[in-house]
């Protein structure tokens, strides 16, 4: 009995995985959690991830724009200006 749009990847995690359907339902929902963050979020997050981190505003610029092209659904490309409009307003 289906119960969610993601049913054929949950039953496919069950099979080659040893999660049970809920567990694997919990994966698919934080996975598609993770990936339906909207773009000046994932920017603001990442940056107080990398700024904890120590890196520098130029260095963590370069991070974000490469990360956003490798994003399950591309972001478009940012500025070094607008990803820093982004985080500081």
């Known amino acids: 009995m289906p119960t969610g749009p993601y049913d054929d990847l949950v039953a496919h995690l069950v099979r080659s995985t040893p999660l049970s359907p809920g567990e694997a339902a919990r994966v698919v929902a ?7 963050e909207a773009v000046p979020d994932f920017v603001r997050r990442r940056h107080g991830e990398l700024k904890r981190r120590g890196l520098r505003n130029e260095q963590i610029f370069e991070l974000l724009s490469a990360e956003l092209a490798g994003r399950r659904f591309r972001a478009p490309e940012l500025s070094a200006r607008q990803i820093r409009r982004m985080i500081y307003g």
């Open 30 to 36: 934080e996975v598609m959690g993770y990936f339906a």
